[in-house]
Nanobody
Framework: QVQLVESGGGLVQAGGSLRLSCAAS????????KGWFRQALGKGREFVAT??????????IYADSVKGRFTIAGDNTKNTVYLRMNNLKPEDTAVYYC?????????????????WGQGTQVTVSS
């Protein structure tokens, strides 16, 4: 079993930045695909970014809406994955969730992930 705990959310003005963290416990996290999703009030959960490792190389995929503004990165020594969010917009307001799956492939589909955190609120004011 893997337990995921997100942190780093908060209130920020448009144009500002935040860094979300997702710490894993219960099992070595290094071989897992990790992803970030978000859910705005009244909407479904949507893919934000994913990172995976294979052959010593990482692979990242981003949703078009965050490409160029968000960066996903992992620190396997700390069993943690991060989401750096720059140039935040009011439409980025949502609860952000991290997810993980014991897989070396990048995963963008919500249903394929096995483990989820409890979420952290990000609010961007205009």
């Amino acid at each position: 079993q893997v337990q995921l705990v997100e942190s780093g959310g908060g209130l920020v003005q448009a144009g500002g930045s935040l860094r979300l963290s997702c710490a894993a416990s219960g099992r070595t996290f290094s071989g897992y695909a990790k992803g970030w999703f978000r859910q705005a009030l009244g909407k479904g959960r949507e893919f934000v970014a994913t990172i995976s490792w294979s052959g010593g190389r990482s692979r990242t995929i981003y949703a078009d809406s965050v490409k160029g503004r968000f960066t996903i990165a992992g620190d396997n020594t700390k069993n943690t994955v991060y989401l750096r969010m720059n140039n935040l917009k009011p439409e980025d307001t949502a609860v952000y969730y991290c997810a993980a799956k014991d897989s070396y492939g990048a995963i963008v589909l919500e249903d394929e992930y096995d483990y989820w955190g409890q979420g952290t609120q990000v609010t961007v004011s205009s």
